[in-house]
C-alpha cells in the first residue's frame, strides 16, 4: 500500500482525462498537497514539470487520475534490502521482488530500465515491510510509455517554489540539468543539479525535496528523457483506499497468475501452501467463501473450494466477466462462519489494476484456450500480428473464432491494437459480431476508450446505436467511462446522444 506523500513523482493514471494538461503520456509531475487522513478532499495537487499546477482525483468516486513513478523524493527505503543490479543500499521508493529467484530485488529504476530476466514475474512492495502486490512478467506487459520532463539534459529555468535569489543568473536565464541526486539526505532523487548558462558552479535544487518544486523545464529535448516506464506496473495514487481493499466473502476473484508464479507465492510460507491440483483453477473465475485469520482465503471454483493467498486472488472488476460467476448458495454462506472480520487488508485490487492485464492473463492462463499452439485471439489480444497473420493464412476461415467466447477482432478493438485491427477487418472480420454479452467491436474499442478504433470501425459501416444485453450502446459506455474522445467520435458520427438504456 503506497501512502500518498508529497514529494512523490508521479505521471497521469488509470482513469486519466485530463487530455494534455500533463503535457502528454510520460511527462512528470510532483505532488505538492496531500489532504489530511480522514478529509473529505480527496484530490491532490500537482505540479507538472511544465510549471502547470492542477488537482486530481486520489480516489474521488473512485478513480484515480494518477500513478506513483518514483516514491523515492518522499522518502521512502526498504530497511537492509540492496537492489541485486546496481547494488543501490538500501533500496529506496518501490521495491521489485522476483518471484522466480530466491532474494533477488531490484529498485524501480533497475526494473524499468528491463534488468534481470523479462520472463520473471515480479512483486511489488510499496513501502518497507508492505504488502507484496504480483505483476506480471515484464515480458508480457501490454504497454511501455517514456519518462519525460526534469531529467538530465533538459533545459529549465526557476519554478514557483524558487528561493535563491539570482543564484540562476536572474529571472529568466536557463540552465541544463546534471543529474538527479538526494536532497536533505532523506530525499532520494528529489533533487536536481543545475548548471546555469551564466553560472560557473553546478548547485542543487529541489525537486520533490521538501514537497518542492525548485525548477521547471522550458522546453521538451530528444535527449531529456527518464527513460521507459511500464505504467501498468505503477501503484496508482489513492489517499481513499491506498491499496488496501480487503477482500470479503462474496467478492469474486480469479487466481491469475503463471503456473510458476502462483506455486512460488503459494509456496512462500507466509501463505497458503501448494497444491498440484491448484493448476487446473489458474485463470477461471471464482468467489471468496471465507477468509481465514490469517487472511488466506477459500475460494469456490467450479463447485471445489481452495485455499488461496490474497495475493494469488485478483478482483474480478470487469461487470462483463463479474456477471458470468454464479451466486454463492445458501450453504457456501453457513460456510463462512464468523471467522472473517475484514481486518486484514491485502493489496489485491491493486493487482487488478487493469482490466487489460486480466484479459491476457485469462488468455494465457486458462486450460483448454489453447487450440495448437497459436490462436489468434491470445495472438490479437498479445498485438502479435505476424502470429495473427500465421494463424489466418493457414486458417482463412478462423477470421472470427471465438476463444473465451470472445473474437480476435473484439479483442484487438479493446487493446487499441490498429494493425491487427486493420488486418483483421481487410481479412473479412464481422465487424458487428456480438460476445454473449451482446457486446460488438464497437463496445469493446469503447470499453477501452480507443477512440481512433472506434473511428476505423464506424467507417467501415460498423453499427454504432447496437444495444448490448444490458441496454447499453456504445455512446453509454463512452460517457459511462468519462471518454470525452470516444464520446466525440461517436456524436462525429451521428450516434444518438438521447437513446435509453433499454
Ligand atoms: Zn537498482
Ligand atoms: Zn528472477
Not at 349 to 362: G, K, P, Y
Request: net charge neutral; glycine share 10%.
Amino acid at each position: 500500500m503506497v501512502v500518498v506523500k508529497p514529494g512523490m513523482r508521479v505521471v497521469r493514471g488509470p482513469d486519466w482525462n485530463s487530455k494534455k494538461q500533463d503535457n502528454g503520456e510520460g511527462f512528470l509531475g510532483t505532488i505538492i498537497y496531500v489532504p489530511k487522513k480522514g478529509s473529505s478532499d480527496n484530490k491532490v495537487t500537482v505540479i507538472w514539470d511544465s510549471g502547470r499546477e492542477l488537482r486530481y482525483r486520489a480516489g474521488h468516486d473512485g478513480k484515480c487520475d494518477l500513478r506513483v513513478f518514483d516514491a523515492a523524493p518522499a522518502g521512502i527505503i526498504h530497511k537492509n534490502i540492496v537492489c541485486d543490479s546496481c547494488g543501490d543500499d538500501p533500496i529506496k521508493g518501490m521495491r521489485w521482488k522476483c518471484c522466480n529467484c530466491k532474494d533477488y530485488n531490484l529498485c524501480t529504476p533497475c526494473y524499468m530500465q528491463n534488468k534481470h530476466d523479462l520472463s520473471h514475474g515480479f512483486v511489488r512492495m510499496d513501502m518497507d515491510q508492505s504488502v507484496a502486490y504480483p505483476v506480471p512478467p515484464r515480458s508480457k506487459a501490454t504497454k511501455m510509455a517514456t519518462a519525460k520532463g526534469v531529467f538530465p539534459n533538459a533545459e529549465v529555468m526557476r519554478g514557483p517554489h524558487w528561493k535563491y535569489k539570482n543564484e540562476d543568473g536572474g529571472e529568466g536565464e536557463v540552465g541544463k540539468v546534471i543529474k538527479l541526486v538526494t536532497w536533505n539526505n532523506n530525499s532520494y532523487r528529489g533533487g536536481v543539479q543545475v548548471k546555469w548558462k551564466s553560472m560557473s558552479d553546478i548547485k542543487t535544487f529541489r525537486l520533490g525535496g521538501e514537497g518542492c518544486v525548485d525548477v521547471i523545464y522550458t522546453r521538451v529535448t530528444e535527449d531529456a528523457s527518464g527513460g521507459n516506464y511500464y505504467p501498468e506496473h505503477l501503484p496508482r495514487v489513492d489517499v481513499v483506499s491506498p491499496g488496501a481493499v480487503p477482500l470479503k466473502p462474496g467478492d469474486k476473484v480469479t487466481v491469475n497468475l503463471s503456473l510458476q508464479h502462483l506455486k512460488t507465492l503459494q509456496d512462500n510460507e507466509m501463505y497458503g501452501g501448494w497444491d498440484e491440483e491448484m493448476k487446473q483453477v489458474i485463470g477461471k473465475l471464482g468467489r471468496i467463501i471465507k477468509k481465514d485469520q490469517d487472511g488466506d482465503l477459500r475460494v469456490k471454483i467450479e463447485g471445489n473450494s481452495w485455499i488461496f493467498s490474497p495475493v494469488c486472488c485478483q478482483v474480478v472488476d470487469d461487470p462483463k466477466l463479474a456477471d458470468k460467476i454464479p451466486q454463492l448458495t445458501s450453504s457456501d454462506e453457513e460456510d463462512s462462519d464468523g471467522s472473517m472480520d475484514g481486518s486484514v487488508g491485502t493489496g489485491m485490487n491493486a493487482v487488478a489494476e487493469s482490466i487489460a492485464q486480466l484479459f491476457v492473463d485469462m488468455l494465457r492462463g486458462t486450460p483448454g484456450v489453447d487450440q495448437g499452439k497459436e490462436n489468434i485471439v491470445q495472438a490479437a489480444a498479445n498485438g502479435e500480428l505476424a502470429v495473427v497473420k500465421a494463424v489466418l493464412k493457414s486458417y482463412p476461415d478462423k477470421v472470427d473464432q471465438e476463444v473465451e467466447g470472445k473474437s480476435a477482432l473484439q479483442i484487438a478493438c479493446y487493446y487499441g491494437h490498429k494493425d491487427i485491427v486493420d488486418f483483421l477487418l481487410e481479412n473479412k472480420a464481422d465487424v458487428n459480431k456480438t460476445d454473449s454479452e451482446g457486446d460488438t467491436p464497437v463496445h469493446y474499442a469503447t470499453f477501452g476508450k480507443e477512440n481512433a478504433i472506434l473511428e476505423i470501425l464506424l467507417k467501415m459501416g460498423a453499427k454504432k446505436d447496437v444495444k448490448n444485453k444490458k441496454g447499453q450502446a456504445a455512446i453509454h459506455i463512452a460517457v459511462g467511462t468519462a471518454s470525452v474522445e470516444c464520446t466525440q467520435v461517436l456524436v462525429n458520427h451521428g450516434c444518438d446522444v438521447s437513446i435509453q438504456v433499454l
